[in-house]
């Protein structure tokens, strides 16, 4: 073998792409060639410098606006559409604003959240929608699967430095599928989950610092659902892509059970 | 053969079973999307721009797909979708240019690389021309034989195999002259 052939071969070698009887004859000429076993070298090198770069994984955020889009095109889950709602131009205004506060707060992914205390701020929102995205896009999605509350409740004893309140809402059309962990700024929460349809719901729960409940404030972000109040003591923050209202009914009937517990 | 699987017409209004299809099929080569759509734009914002403007470009194209291998397809129209958002950017400049213009490098801040060897062969890799920044990317980064990089980039395999050539020596050069000879472990030339 001459040494252009030779050198032409070298990259498809490394590659994998000759047959067995093409590898062996380039090794045998590989023998008589130092320069083209230092171009098979130089190539090895670059591929091992190139395969130790992080990878960087698609974004949760990128997956909730594909998420967001494939579900308006499919026409799955009716619009989340609050009560004042006057007409389809103010609709699109607010998709138009949602997707613009989406493009602005890419930015913060993934950085420090400060300021949790602001009700409703577009990172807080962000974080909340993560959140469900672990637990919508995930393959498990709950790390303890459990319809009885009597079973999750306690799976967070040692995990978590808290004790949450667990309700089965199955009587609301909301019945428990089970609790996970998750971690927003720095800190270990719990997150329940609970089934409405094909759709599920979201709840992350944390001792409050305020005293005092707050009425759920129900909102809808980038086509999700989102309710955050204080009861009983805890911070609630639910998602979902369940529409407002039935976001609504969810956050009354978990304060309901809740009341009725005490 | 030129983007065959964008001839068709595209489809405005998927069903919603075509919709369930492509989920299946297609959302789990999102990452490979965005990790392509990333060396393409090298940044963050833009890429995710990219990557999901291709994603409903694959969507209204989907009904074309007949079952070849699903990534190549998907990457093939997130290359697609990047000429096109560029013709669209540099329309007043001549496409040469554009192509040519030095890279920026990875912001250091904005990458998630950590130490300065990554570093250095990720800003390597940035500075490449465009053709053989892509063709690196496909073949070492998102390992793909030279058939499927052949339908990505819509070039015949020989192309390929020369072009890949061409993009390694490149490369040696621009890291031989980043790193010392103990970090990039290049044969002296």
């Given at each position: 073998m001459d040494c252009p052939t030779c050198e032409e071969m070298v990259d498809a070698y490394l590659d994998g792409e000759l047959t067995a009887t093409e590898s062996a004859d380039f090794e045998r000429a590989l023998d008589v060639c130092p320069e083209c076993r230092k171009r098979l070298e130089t190539s090895k090198a670059i591929g091992g410098l190139m395969r130790d770069l992080p990878v960087e994984p698609a974004p949760d955020l990128l997956r909730a606006r594909i998420e967001r889009e494939l579900r308006g095109i499919a026409g799955r889950t009716p619009v989340a559409r609050p009560s004042n709602a006057g007409g389809g131009e103010r609709m699109r205004w607010m998709a138009m604003a949602a997707s613009l506060i989406v493009a602005v707060s890419i930015g913060w992914a993934g950085g420090t959240l400060t300021g949790?205390?602001?009700?409703?701020s577009g990172s807080d929102r962000d974080e909340m929608v993560a959140t469900y995205m672990r637990v919508a896009s995930s393959?498990?999605?709950?790390?303890v699967a459990s319809t009885d509350r009597h079973t999750v409740k306690p799976w967070f004893a040692g995990r978590i430095d808290y004790s949450p309140p667990v309700q089965d809402l199955t009587s609301a059309g909301f019945p428990l599928e089970g609790g996970r962990l998750d971690v927003v700024d720095g800190r270990k929460i719990s997150v329940l989950v609970y089934r409405h349809g094909q759709h599920r719901v979201a709840l992350s729960l944390w001792p409050a610092t305020e005293s005092g409940d707050t009425a759920p404030k129900v909102t809808s972000y980038n086509g999700f659902s989102l309710a955050q109040w204080r009861h009983g003591g805890f911070k609630m923050h639910a998602v979902s892509d369940i529409a407002a209202n039935e976001m609504a009914d969810f956050a009354a009937a978990l304060d309901r059970a809740t009341g009725e517990d005490r | 053969m030129a983007r065959m699987s964008e001839a068709p017409t595209p489809d405005t209004r998927p069903d919603p079973g075509t919709v369930e299809r492509f989920r299946a099929l297609m959302l789990p080569h999102l990452d490979a999307a965005y990790g392509f759509a990333r060396w393409l734009t090298r940044d963050p914002v833009t890429a995710q721009d990219l990557a999901q403007e291709a994603m409903l470009r694959a969507l209204r194209y989907?009904?074309?797909?007949?079952?070849?291998?699903?990534r190549p397809w998907l990457l093939r129209i997130v290359r697609n979708t990047w000429v096109d958002q560029r013709a669209k950017r540099t329309a007043d400049q001549p496409l040469e240019m554009a192509e040519n213009q030095p890279a920026d490098g990875l912001d250091p801040e904005q990458?998630?690389?950590?130490g300065d060897r990554r570093r250095q062969v990720a800003a390597a890799l940035a500075a490449l021309p465009t053709d053989m920044r892509q063709i690196l990317v496909l073949r070492e980064?998102?390992?793909?034989?030279y058939k499927q990089i052949a339908t990505v980039l819509d070039l015949p395999i020989g192309t390929v195999m020369s072009r890949l050539a061409r993009a390694r020596e490149r490369m040696a050069v621009e890291l031989r002259g980043r790193l010392g000879r103990r970090e990039h472990g290049l044969p002296d030339l």
């Open positions: 949790r205390a602001g009700m409703g393959e498990h999605a709950v790390d | 989907f009904h074309a797909f007949r079952g070849e291998e699903a990458s998630a690389v950590a980064i998102q390992d793909l034989p």
